[in-house]
Nanobody, 121 residues
């Protein structure tokens, strides 16, 4: 069994910063993909930033230059540093990992529980 636990959301003023964290635990053999998505009220879940293992990091156009995704494989953790936050960044943020488990060796998609980010004055 694998679980992803997120932290770091909250209320911040426009122009402020937040750092989200997501740590995977359980029967983990390898992590092939780390990413962040967000979902605003009444809208679909959209990609924010993704970091394939050995691949090229990709950002949504709306966050380029403001957000940075990074990972610590030793800690099974992915981070999202968010700077110069805008009200339109308000959403529930979800982390996503593709993980091969020790027991089966198969790769599955796992999602965090979501953390609310609210940007408001």
């Amino acid at each position: 069994q694998v679980q992803l636990v997120e932290s770091g959301g909250g209320l911040v003023q426009p122009g402020g910063s937040l750092r989200l964290s997501c740590t995977a635990s359980g029967s983990i053999a390898s992590i092939f993909f780390m990413g962040w998505y967000r979902q605003a009220p009444g809208k679909q879940r959209d990609l924010v930033a993704v970091m394939p293992s050995g691949g090229t990091t990709h950002y949504a156009d709306s966050v380029k230059g403001r957000f940075t995704i990074s990972g610590d494989n030793a800690k099974n953790t992915v981070y999202l540093q968010m700077n110069s936050l805008k009200p339109e960044d308000t959403a529930v943020y979800y982390c996503h990992m593709k993980i091969a488990t020790i027991i089966s060796g198969a790769t599955f998609d796992y999602w965090g529980q979501g953390t609310q980010v609210t940007v408001s004055s």
